[in-house]
């Protein structure tokens, strides 16, 4: 079955330091990755998506089909990077994405 | 605010009876999506709507459950006979084309006491 796991649901550095938060995904088809953030209080956000290639907020993340991750990297943390990060797949063949069950990510002065 | 509106933020109910909640999705955006989140967990699909059309519905969702688009805008969800497990966030979501990003609304909290 398609499924996307996030092994960490706590992730702790310190500001300045680089920050990897691993996302890993099981589907055989030609997926789309995506990944959301949600800051202290408010709705769920899209953060990037594989397809575009971007940079958004100094975060990166490579879809590697061999690993089948696509994990999420920011080489120098922030303290207004503390938030809830959710690696999500869609699939090829409908519409709806799968969602892994988030990592927490603080970030200490 | 010209995001996506849900109402009501918070819902506490009894076991057994109905509720409905509202989605107000982008107006551009034809492509309408609802979720559930439960503590802990991810965001779970619970069914979608392209313009009035719903597309797909997840195996998941209960005969009590029932979702709507009448007129290809707005969107109510339904729970019919609700129980403790249905307690959860229910999240609507819009997109504008299959490859895009979803926008989120904030939430429904529901609460079946």
């Known amino acids: 079955a398609q499924r996307v796991t996030q092994p960490e649901k706590l992730l702790s550095v310190f500001k300045g330091a680089p920050v990897e938060l691993k996302c890993n995904y099981s589907?055989?088809?030609?997926?789309?990755l995506f990944w959301y953030v949600q800051y202290s209080r408010q709705r769920l956000q899209l953060l990037l998506r594989?397809?575009?290639?971007?940079s958004i907020k100094g975060f990166t993340a490579d879809l590697n089909k061999g690993e089948t991750s696509f994990h999420l990297k920011k080489p120098f943390a922030q303290e207004e990077d503390s938030a809830m990060y959710y690696c999500?797949?869609?699939?090829?063949?409908?519409?709806?994405?799968?969602w892994g069950a988030g990592t927490k990510l603080i970030i200490k002065p | 605010d010209t995001g996506v509106s849900q109402d009501p933020r918070h819902k506490i109910t009894k076991r057994g009876q109905n509720v409905t909640f509202r989605c107000d999705p982008i107006s551009e955006h034809n492509r309408l999506y609802w979720y559930r989140q439960t503590l802990g967990q991810g965001p779970e699909f619970l069914t979608y709507?392209?313009?009035?059309?719903?597309?797909?519905k997840s195996r998941l969702l209960s005969d009590r459950f029932s979702a709507e688009r009448p007129k290809g805008s707005f969107s109510t969800l339904e729970i019919q006979r609700t129980e403790q497990g249905d307690s959860a966030m229910y999240l609507c979501?819009?997109?504008?084309?299959?490859?895009?990003?979803?926008?989120f609304g904030s939430g429904t909290r529901l609460t079946v006491v």
């Open positions: 709507f392209q313009n009035e059309a719903q597309l797909e």
């Open positions: 594989h397809i575009s290639r971007e």
């Open positions: 589907y055989s088809g030609s997926p789309e």
């Open positions: 999500a797949l869609r699939l090829d063949s409908n519409y709806q994405l799968i």
């Open positions: 979501a819009s997109s504008l084309e299959r490859g895009g990003g979803y926008t």
